[in-house]
T-cell receptor, first 116, second 113 residues
């Protein structure tokens, strides 16, 4: 199946700094990518839908100025957590939609963010 | 709005035991239904899916049948293995509706030898 990678797999940062997470579709082009947040023992919460070449669509309650999303190419989307605080600590997962594969979403392995 | 409810975990079974993880849904329109599996330290993988009522999805010995009358999509496996230990997520997708995957909370399965 199609492969989606995320980098880094884990990151620790100080409060107030910004962190960038990359999501890449390795063997297919993805016009649409999704960013999720997963809390311990909870489900995935969709944060935003990222469309190549246009602005991301954020879910209600997600601060777009805090979680900056850029989808500059058909294989790369980035999520930047700006001025991170401890409450932003979480597991962030991206997925990419493969239109050739009937629109199936393929998920990355996730990025563990810890803000001290 | 659309929602998915799946049984609370964790579920602990012995090898070769029968597995059922219940999943029910609420949706406007006619959703496609999915089961995803997340192995430790990995991302989500599609396990199986069904796109219309009475469809049965199956993969790796797992099965689930799309039951419209009971709005359910229960996951079953006749004989689990230690390697099946993972978190299982039920999800739905409604094209023309929210066009988003909506996930249940996940059920952690541990299979002991």
């Amino acid at each position: 199946g199609a492969v989606v990678s995320q980098h880094p797999s884990w990151v620790i940062c100080k409060s107030g700094t910004s962190v960038k997470i990359e999501c890449r579709s390795l063997d297919f082009q993805a016009t649409t990518m999704f960013w999720y947040r997963q809390f311990p023992k909870q489900s995935l919460m969709l944060m935003a839908t990222s469309n190549e070449g246009s602005k991301a669509t954020y879910e209600q309650g997600v601060e777009k100025d805090k979680f900056l999303i850029n989808h500059a190419s058909l294989t790369l989307s980035t999520l930047t957590v700006t001025s991170a605080h401890p409450e932003d600590s979480s597991f962030y997962i991206c997925s990419a939609r493969d239109q050739v594969a009937g629109g199936e979403q393929f998920f990355g392995p996730g990025t563990r963010l810890t803000v001290l | 709005g659309d929602s998915v409810t799946q049984m609370e975990g964790p579920v602990t079974l012995s090898e070769e035991a029968f597995l059922t993880i219940n999943c029910t849904y609420t949706a406007t329109g006619y959703p496609s239904l999915f089961w995803y599996v997340q192995y430790p330290g990995e991302g989500l993988q599609l396990l199986l899916k069904a796109t219309k009522a009475d469809d049965k999805g199956s993969n790796k010995g797992f099965e689930a049948t799309y039951r419209k009358e009971t709005t359910s999509f229960h996951l079953e496996k006749g004989s689990v293995q230690v390697s099946d230990s993972a978190v299982y997520f039920c999800a739905l997708y409604t094209q023309g509706g929210s066009e988003k995957l909506v996930f249940g909370k996940g059920t952690k399965l541990t299979v002991n030898p």
